[in-house]
């Protein structure tokens, strides 16, 4: 059995000379324009030529940059200004800045200069600035046009369905034919939760209610409700009117930019970050467009290099695939970006995370772009942005005054950042959770481009005979059974490995092998499952069963797995067990600096002691005891209920 990985295309798109040079991505029909589609266990987007791509995009990709209202001038449209020739020199060197360093698509709000020249591009129709200029009851929260996250359409208009289909025949139509173009975004942040941000599921319904009896979306609440008196409506009832809400909502503006434009993708509204909407939108927004797209800036721990959905949040890779589960529907991060402190931007007003310098941000913005190639969720990203916002905000009404920028307002790029973002998008399928495979030798492998295992069936050593992290091979990791020997407790290695599967799902690379324990007349089998999820740079050990051989039944007193280290040198690190808010931890001092380590949530755990004997033997002892002493009789197997799992791992502290 062989499992391949997905090469994504992040190279030039189609009608550029150097395409036919680019390494191939998985191939699906040509259909001319751009979908998505799920390829080896993960979704893609397909590019107008077959090919798997991950969208890199940038937002607001424009020569006039950001108009500071304190100046009464945009500085970097003054730098552009006077620097290049004409807008289309600015043009034709910013897209090769792109180009190199990774990018392959303009998203939000781009000049028209810059499309067509090697980037494919995403256009916006912004039903509800259409619906806010018109006035009157054409919303139920006008908000601004220049302000995101305070506006609604008002979705009950009797004549919103023919309103939408006029917008996106007027924005939508023209540009039916273009193969550059990727997809429509609906609209931007609008305010899902009324005027009430903490009040997700009940806050839409609270601003209609307080509307004017006349308004035509507070008399769609009275038909909703019909002989229900408005202050005694239960939260369940306004999420369902939410629901009703979000469901008119996709279904009207759908339904017009597919009338409009039947050949490009739908990619939603932009939620203003993972708790931007309800469930119910979430859903809504997944029945009718082909991706979802949100606005969301993750929180980087350096320390630990570990990638959270918000500060004090949940792991991000764990947030998409929640919202990927909600939504059913591909997902496009369709803002993210961070900041720091030494462009001399004050960075007072603004979402995401910042950093007192450039080296700081650059290692935080690789390991998110890392964590969201790896997910097998996301179709792509888009930095936010090309420029910096000046220094002393845009405006009252949008005071933001951040370090956003690719590049300063004085038109040089950010290097530390760029580079780092292109040697993520040099090799993202290194990303991907790319590699698994059994050779006819017997040798197995699998890869994450993170961390790698591999071993040989039949040699007689521990069950995984390599571990390495990034390029350093650390150790190995094999398993031992404890047992009754005619009353006397032994141990016996299990290192005869007999077989060994390898297998990828939904990116995650597995290895399941199994070895046998051999001691006079006993003989048993251990299996343990390896895997790799994406992005991953530890690897995940489980001990799946135990089968008895032998003639004679077999009592069982405890599974151990064992992580050994390679090198001279070697000693005993930091245990840690039953300590209050930390993992049972064990590990091995490495002499080239690190610690390899095995660390378990798992309760089942009995011991937990790396040691070395008077000869300087390593004793990697994990050993957990579930329902032990178990005696099997010959031929049985015992399978826990949940395998047994602890993380494996090389900690550069």
């Known amino acids: 059995m062989k499992c391949v990985a997905a090469t994504i295309s992040i190279a030039a798109l189609f009608a550029v000379p150097d395409a036919a040079k680019a390494a191939p991505g998985p191939q699906a029909e040509v259909a001319g324009f751009f979908r998505v589609a799920e390829i080896d266990g993960r979704d893609m987007a397909i590019d107008p030529e077959g090919r798997g791509t991950w969208l890199v995009g940038v937002d607001h990709v424009r020569a006039g ?12 449209g003054r730098f552009v200004e006077t620097n290049y020739a004409s807008r289309a020199e600015w043009a034709a060197e910013t897209v090769a800045h792109l180009r190199s360093w990774g990018f392959n698509m303009l998203s939000f709000a781009h000049d028209r200069e810059v499309r067509h020249a090697g980037l494919a591009h995403a256009l916006g129709v912004a039903f509800s600035d259409e619906f806010g200029r018109r006035g009157g009851d054409w919303t139920i929260s006008p908000g601004t046009a220049k302000t995101p996250g305070v506006a609604f359409p008002n979705v009950f208009h009797p004549d919103f369905a023919e309103a939408c289909a006029e917008i996106a025949r007027r924005k939508c139509a023209q540009h039916r034919d273009d193969p550059w173009l990727v997809g429509w975004f609906l609209d931007n942040e609008l305010a899902w939760w009324g005027i009430a941000r903490n009040a997700l599921d009940t806050g839409l319904f609270d601003l209609v209610a307080s509307l004017p009896p006349e308004h035509s979306a507070r008399k769609a609440l009275a038909a909703f409700l019909r002989d229900v008196c408005v202050e005694n409506v239960s939260a369940s009832t306004k999420r369902e009117f939410l629901a009703f809400a979000a469901e008119r909502y996709f279904a009207a503006t759908v339904a017009a930019v597919r009338a409009a434009d039947p050949n490009h993708l739908v990619l939603g509204c932009r939620f203003a970050g993972f708790s931007g909407a309800a469930d119910v939108v979430w859903q809504a927004a997944g029945r009718h467009c082909d991706i979802v797209s949100v606005n969301a800036y993750p929180w980087v721990e350096l320390g630990s290099e570990t990638v959270f959905d918000r500060r004090g949040g949940i792991p991000l890779a764990d947030r998409l695939a929640e919202k990927r589960a909600l939504a059913r529907r591909p997902l496009f991060v369709s803002e993210w970006s961070f900041s720091a402190l030494d462009a001399g931007r004050p960075c007072s007003a603004g979402a995401g995370e910042r950093f007192r310098t450039q080296r700081e941000r650059a290692a935080a913005a690789a390991l998110a772009l890392r964590t969201m190639v790896a997910s097998p969720d996301v179709v792509g990203a888009s930095w936010f942005m090309w420029v910096d916002e000046p220094a002393l905000g845009v405006a009252p009404y949008f005071p933001e005054n951040c370090n956003y920028g690719l590049v300063g307002e004085d038109g040089r790029p950010y290097e530390e950042l760029v580079g780092a973002l292109a040697a993520v998008l040099a090799d993202p399928a290194a990303a991907l959770g790319a590699a698994c495979g059994v050779n006819p030798d017997g040798s197995w492998s699998i890869s994450n481009g993170c961390a790698e295992v591999s071993g040989r069936c039949g040699d007689g050593a521990p069950l995984a005979s390599s571990l390495a992290f990034g390029s350093r091979v650390v150790g190995s990791c094999g398993a031992l059974l404890e047992w009754s020997d005619g009353g006397r407790r032994a141990w016996t290695e299990a290192t005869n490995r007999v077989a060994a599967s390898v297998s990828r799902e939904r990116g995650v690379a597995a290895a399941t092998v199994s070895g046998e324990c051999r001691s006079g007349a006993m003989r048993a089998r251990i299996t343990i499952r390896f895997s790799l999820a994406p992005g991953s740079e530890d690897v995940t050990a489980e001990i799946v069963s135990l089968e008895n051989l032998g003639d004679a039944p077999l009592v069982a007193r405890g599974l151990f797995l064992r992580p050994f280290a390679l090198g001279e040198g070697i000693r005993p690190g930091f245990h840690a067990r039953n300590l ?3 993992q049972d ?18 309760s089942r755990l009995s011991g937990l002691r790396f040691w070395l004997d008077k000869s300087g033997a390593q004793h990697p002892d994990a050993c957990f005891a579930p329902e032990l002493p178990l005696t099997l009789a010959p031929g049985g197997t015992w399978t826990p209920d949940a395998p047994i799992s602890a993380r494996i791992g090389l900690s550069r502290r």
């Open 580 to 582: 209050y808010g930390e």
């Open 585 to 602: 931890r064990a590990a091995w001092l490495l002499p080239g600096g690190g610690e390899y380590f095995l660390a378990t949530t798992d």
């Open 65 to 76: 940059g950001w108009q500071c209202e304190a100046l009464g001038y945009s500085p970097y």
